[in-house]
């Protein structure tokens, strides 16, 4: 911590009337030498058992944005003063034991004595959020914003006080826990993720070294307002009533894995201050200031708020852009294919284990009693509703009849995992389930929120230990009636689709119903799918289009979690229920269907012929594999589109397409190319440009349509994605500015897709790899894709993920592979086999490894996470253990 910052304050103490001194943390001095003026101050407020150490990141941030503003005379300048409330850090032991009202009081003072005047912006921790937000009641006039990290200003009626802190308010415990003892202390600091080095925890022990110095954290839990009775509980209650009055711009940066203060508290907050913006850090707990790089976060969000006047000012819409227009007249919504049919007994779905063929005629009627039986049971629009089903009639009427009825509909399949399902719905807040049996176990078993419903009747014990008060029978009976409210709007949200975390935690993306009504018309216009066309859907979301497109559909017989586990058989089977004229399976169902064809007999091998059009995405799929596919369907076109949950049609290309593409690169004058898999030419509407890397590998070019520069792929269409559900900082980077090429064009919406890549000459698309996965050595910046291509021709060589070691720009280039057969455990490649990929690659390998099967995500079965791969190989190649990645 920079000395420079530590200061002491003498403040007349309202309490005794004697002057006591306070610690701060103080950037104002620095400032002065720099000789910038800042725009407002930040004040930071610490919880329990911390002190203003929790806030010196954040102090050392701002100035480092001060040293540069004033270098270059550009950029926001902010003074920040972090406190260490009076008995706590190297602030004064007054012996006074503080309740919440005089610790208000207290900041008051110290801000007097300081003279601080607006704009002001709070920010608070733990109990240090309450205090400061105590503080911001107090002074409209100076507030300007509010940021909050893991803190609580109500405790729900419905929930207990968390665990954590009723154990220490047991009779005999507090005072050991807390005071005679730094077990308190030491029980929070071992809450970070990852674990605190023993530098930084002596940090935060400094201060508190002995119990004499450790009274204030015990007071502190013995402040906690436990019940109406409590001295604190009144003051409690005026500041959260307080905070809904303060309509400033906030900022809510959340660690889910908090024992201490969950999602609940955050939801609280949410609903109190529905101007807030949200960002929730995956994996980051109560130490969230120290598990993970909050301080840009905040620097960057101040910088995009007008927060440098007194008083602030009203909420800013960060993507403006965004904003859609109602559902013109040519629009249709999604379930108007149901309306139209529903006399048509001809069949619109089949569930293939049990076979089950829903007509058109049943499936509408089913929808609307359903979304009839859902308002009566107190499912209103804009709640959210977690569909725990598998791909099956049932989840398809499920989700049309929440979206009819404008509830906003939560897929997380179990293709993530339990792990990543439980923090995609805990994550996503649910109002409501609704699940087959084992879904519905598994939401006990992790307490998941919202009001249970069950796809089947369940006996009285069953439903009563699952918490279940409903089930689809049950709501059908209830809205037999089909009486219904007004349709929801098209700029209403509609869903919330999570992506496949095979590169981080998975993402919640939000669609409003305009935008899934682009992805249906694109999917329409580009693959010519309507009425009557029969649709085998491998990758199960995708199935659930096939009532909006007006098409057969059928999921075939396969494990949703397993893509690997289609066959050839089973894929006929299910396009002869639905006569099929399109088939889409992931890379990784694709290639266990050309492994089985063996099992095919007369009948599959017409059912397949009569396949017009065959579409393969999720991962790049070897030209090799669709001419393997393309000969089981023989009078299919093979396609493999690019896409992403952000934008599920972004560019299309056909096997001959590849084909050419690859032929002109071959055909350049230096007798290569950039490398990468070609996707092909925008589709319909779709827009790509590249936004260039520089020497560091970043995205800082403007983007362009320019051929053969390699950088971030940014699109722009109709049917993009709204927003990232509560993940702020992650659309901010993921927004690119409006781009607007004539002052009289509405300027479009971008996404940064995270993609690299670039385009060709006749415009066509090439993907390079993941921002996150180039390499930037000594010589220069590596994507992996091209590179890895080139490995895979190495007779024998199966799969190949190229990784970077070592310090960016000076990285070590490491090929991790699998071979063909497959090696029995994780070795160094033979002499051999590195020589033949060395030479193969044309780029200076520092190590090869081979294991028997690389990691995969668990959606697609074909994504690898390279960043995962390079801190395996680093370990290995240091010395460590020779185990499986």
Known sequence: MDARFSRLVEVVDGESGHPVTWHLLDNAA???????????????????????????????????????AAETGSGEVWRVIAVDQLEMGFSERTGIER??????????????????????????????????????????????????????IHQPEDRAIPWPLRLTLQRGMLGRATVATPGFLETTLALAHPSLESDVKNGYRAPYRSADRRGGIGAFVADIPVDEQHRSWNELERIA???????????????????????????????????ADIHRFEGAGHMIAEDVDYAPVV???????????????????????????????????????????????????VDMKPRRDVSWKLLSKRVRQLAAGLVRVGVKPGDRVSLLIPPSADLTAVLYACLRIGAVVVVADAGLGLPGLTRAVRGARPDHVIGAL????????????????????????????????????????????????????????????????????????????????????????????????????????????????????????????????????????????????????????????????????????AALAGVKTFLSAGAPVPEALLAAAGRLMPNATPHTPYGMTEGLLMTDITLEGIRAAAEDAAALADGGHAGGVCVGAPAGSVRVRIAGLDERGMPTAEPSERPGITGEIVLSAPHLKQSYDRLWATNRIADADSISDESDVPAERWHRTGDVGHLDAEGRLWVEGRLPHVIVTAGGVVTPVGPEQKIESVLGVGRVALAGIGPRGTQQLVVVLETDPPARRPALADPELGAAVRHAAGLDIAAVLVVPVLPTDIRHNSKIDRSALARWAEGVLAGGKLSAP
């Open 438 to 605: 084992p879904g519905l176990t598994v939401a006990r078993a992790f307490s998941w929120p919202g009001q249970k419903i069950s796809t089947t009747m369940l006996p009285r014990s069953s439903a009563l230990a699952l918490g279940v008060r409903h089930s689809l029978s049950e709501l059908a009976r209830l809205g037999a009636d089909e009486s219904l409210p007004e349709p929801p709007s098209a700029s209403a949200v509609a869903a919330v689709l999570f992506t496949s975390g095979s590169t981080g935690p998975a993402k919640g993306v939000v669609y409003t119903h305009a935008q899934l009504e682009a992805v249906r018309d694109a999917l329409s216009l580009q693959y010519d799918i309507g009425v009557g066309t029969g649709l085998v859907a491998g990758f199960a979301p995708f199935a659930l289009l096939g009532p909006a497109l007006g098409a057969r559909s059928v999921t075939p017989d396969m494990n949703v979690t397993s893509p690997r586990t289609l066959t050839a058989k089973a894929t006929a089977e299910a396009a002869a229920a639905v006569d099929a004229s399109v088939v889409f399976l992931s890379p990784a169902a694709l290639a266990n269907v050309v492994a089985t064809a063996d099992a095919l007999n007369a009948a599959d091998t």
């Open 30 to 68: 620095v400032l002065d030498e720099l000789g910038v003026t800042p725009v407002g101050t930040m004040l930071c407020v610490h919880g329990n058992p911390t002190w203003s150490y929790l806030w010196r990141e954040l102090v050392g941030a701002a100035t480092d944005a001060a040293a540069i």
């Open 241 to 275: 009533a307080g905070v809904r009055e303060l309509g400033v711009p906030s900022l809510m940066l959340w660690g889910p894995r908090d024992p201490i203060f969950s999602d609940t508290y955050l939801d609280d907050l949410a609903e109190r201050m529905p101007q």
């Open 99 to 152: 309740g919440l009202e005089q610790r208000v009081s207290d900041l008051s003072a110290l801000t007097e004595t300081l003279e601080l005047s607006g704009p002001v912006v709070t920010v608070g921790h733990d109990w240090g959020g309450v205090v400061s937000m105590g503080w911001a009641v107090d002074h409209p006039d100076e507030l300007s914003g509010v940021v909050l990290l893991n803190t609580a």
């Open 299 to 349: 620097l960057d969000w101040l910088a995009s708020r007008s927060l440098s006047s007194s008083k602030g000012s009203d909420p800013i819409d960060e993507r403006p852009f965004d904003k859609l227009r109602e559902r013109d007249a040519s629009a249709t919504p999604l379930w108007s294919v149901l309306d139209e049919r529903r006399d048509s007994t001809d069949v619109a779905l």
